[in-house]
């Protein structure tokens, strides 16, 4: 039978069990309470931004500036795209995940509905890039660009705001 370790014959202090446990606890609390102020503050931020570019795509009149500020964002996301860039004949490839800020009543339902058209048309779009248009970080725009005139597509026309890569390894 192990024999147990106390202070006595050079184990740790009765004590420092519960030393041990409120530290974690303490650690613990601290990223809890760090991911809630976070995830708080993306809540309030991100429903009011409203992107330049999504402007531009639906026009430069007020009345298209008045129904993206209106907008109810909320992000849809796409994770783990996984491509060949073009021209690389298998040999390299892409994983990445993108949000995308849409209306939360028009338009969330519609991608919900449509996933898989969602994923394929993204994964067309990205690929159609070669290694070095999607290594190239003044590019990155563009792609935000096509890739909102994807789900632009999809959901008629509907309201498309930024673009986010949440994730984006090429190999």
């Known amino acids: ?16 069990k519960k030393k041990g446990a409120g530290l974690i606890t303490v650690l613990l609390a601290a990223v809890i309470a760090g991911g809630g102020a976070g995830a708080a503050a993306a809540w309030f931020v991100a429903p009011m931004s409203v992107d330049g570019a999504a402007l531009g795509a639906m026009g430069n009149d007020e009345e298209s500036e ?6 109810d964002w909320e992000l849809y996301t796409v994770d783990n795209l996984v491509l060949n860039p073009a021209g690389t004949r298998g040999r390299r490839f892409l ?9 939360r009543r028009r338009t969330l339902p519609l991608l919900e509905n449509s996933e898989v058209q969602v994923r ?11 290694v070095d ?6 590019r990155r725009p563009e792609m935000e660009d096509m890739l909102r005139r994807v789900v632009s597509d999809i959901t008629d026309g509907a309201p498309v705001g930024r673009v986010y890569f949440s994730r984006f390894v090429l190999q």
């Open 120 to 130: 394929d048309g993204m994964i067309r779009a990205l690929s159609s890039q070669g």
């Open 95 to 103: 994983v990445a995940s993108v949000a995308i800020e849409v209306d």
């Open 133 to 138: 248009e999607l290594a190239d970080p003044a």
């Open 66 to 71: 008045d129904l993206l500020r209106n907008v």
């Open 1 to 16: 039978m192990p024999e147990e370790t106390t202070e006595e014959n050079g184990g740790p202090p009765e004590g420092s």
